[in-house]
């Protein structure tokens, strides 16, 4: 497994979760974890996996964490923005008005 495959799959990965097509993330996430455990098994048993493959691993979880976080926090917000605008349209169906002529 080089690493030319292994940063190729992270790139992938990156594109999809910045997409925030998340319902598409599957696939490209099995292939990532798939070439970080093939990297894995190709070391001895007793060999503690490689500090740079750790800290890339480390880096991209947190960045899709943090991105999801985002988009969470952005569709919260649009969520509440039209609840907001949803009350004021019921409202002014309520109301009443008179036109005065004169």
């Known amino acids: 497994m080089s690493s030319d495959t292994l ?3 992270a790139a992938r990965l990156r594109q999809a979760v910045a997409s925030e097509t998340f319902d598409d993330i599957q ?3 099995a292939d990532y974890r798939r070439h ?6 190709a070391l001895p048993p007793d060999a503690p996996p490689p500090a ?3 800290q890339q691993v480390d880096e ?8 999801a976080r985002s988009a969470r926090a952005r569709t919260r917000d649009d969520l509440e923005q039209v609840s907001a605008a949803l009350g ?6 309520l109301v009443q ?3 005065l002529d004169g």
């Open 88 to 93: 004021y349209y019921h409202r002014a169906s």
């Open 52 to 54: 740079e493959l750790v």
């Open 60 to 67: 991209l979880l947190q960045w899709a964490l943090q991105v």
């Open 36 to 41: 970080v455990e093939e990297v894995l098994a």
């Open 7 to 9: 940063h190729l799959e």
């Open 27 to 29: 696939t490209p996430l």
């Open 97 to 99: 008005t008179w036109k």
